[in-house]
Nanobody, 124 residues
């Protein structure tokens, strides 16, 4: 079992930045894929970024060049740095985890463990 706790959401104006954190507790084995997903009102949840224990990352096209995912293995924490935020980035952001591969945002169904979500609101 893995428990995930997100933090760092909030409200920001367009062009601003936010950093989300996701702390993992429990059986965080070495071969763990961590990801960030988001769900905007009235839309389906979408994968944003993922990172594997070897540091390999995958980014959705919509956030390339603006968002960065990183992880601190010693702290069992994953970070999502969001820059140049746009109103369309407004959503509930969820941290998720799975053991093993593939570790890609498009494979939402493979992620077994989910956090409670943190709201990000970007105003124009």
């Amino acid at each position: 079992q893995v428990q995930l706790v997100e933090s760092g959401g909030g409200s920001v104006q367009a062009g601003g930045s936010l950093r989300l954190s996701c702390a993992a507790y429990g059986n965080t084995y070495s071969s763990t894929c961590m990801g960030w997903f988001r769900q905007a009102p009235g839309k389906e949840r979408e994968g944003v970024l993922t990172i594997y224990t070897d540091g390999g990352t995958y980014y959705a096209d919509s956030v390339k060049g603006r968002f960065t995912i990183s992880r601190d293995s010693a702290k069992n924490t994953v970070y999502l740095q969001m820059n140049s935020l746009k109103p369309e980035d407004t959503a509930m952001y969820y941290c998720a985890a799975r053991y093993g591969r593939p570790c890609v945002p498009s494979r939402e169904g493979d992620f077994r463990y989910w956090g409670q979500g943190t709201q990000v609101t970007v105003s124009s």
